[in-house]
């Protein structure tokens, strides 16, 4: 028989959930997914479509997204310190600062919380009780969880 042998990669790559949260990017992978959608017809099979196409194009493009995400981050959190250091270099008295500290510390705060919610997005509010810190337990239940969701097969219907 004289059928391609498909290889894989590297294994298993991760995509980070919570930019699919920005509607810009889900405009963005939308827009992508039509336009890919048309070469399909330029491969005998949905597999071969799916690895030498799509695969490349959708992992190229989360990777662009999510470094610009870090980027933006990154930024926001060095105007948020220079603010901080404005005000205290300042000759205005302290008590007058004490708002501006305020508000910059909560943002930076903020900043820094929704980045690290992040992580336990495999913890649903049920394994928890009310303001419990996440222990062995939740880590386990949660890596059983990834390896549940973990995709083995891409199927095209269509």
Request: aromatic residues 12%.
């Amino acid at each position: 028989m004289d059928t391609p042998i498909l290889r894989m990669g590297r294994g298993r790559w991760k995509i980070n959930i919570a930019m699919f949260r920005d509607e810009r990017i889900l405009d963005g992978m939308r827009h992508k997914w039509a336009l890919r959608k048309h070469h399909k017809r330029y491969y005998p099979r949905a597999t071969l479509w799916w690895v030498r196409y799509v695969k490349k194009q959708l992992r190229s493009f989360v990777r662009y997204e999510e470094a610009e995400r870090r980027s933006h981050l990154r930024q926001m959190e060095n105007y948020f310190y220079a603010c901080i250091c404005d005000i205290l270099r300042s000759y205005t008295p302290q008590e007058d600062n004490w708002p501006a500290l305020k508000r910059y510390k909560a943002k930076m705060v903020k900043l820094h919380t929704d980045r690290l919610n992040t992580v336990l997005l495999d913890n649903e509010e049920g394994d928890r009780i009310y303001g419990e810190e996440p222990t062995l337990f939740h880590e386990l239940k949660m890596q059983k969880r990834r390896t549940a969701r973990t995709i083995q097969k891409v199927q095209v219907i269509g």
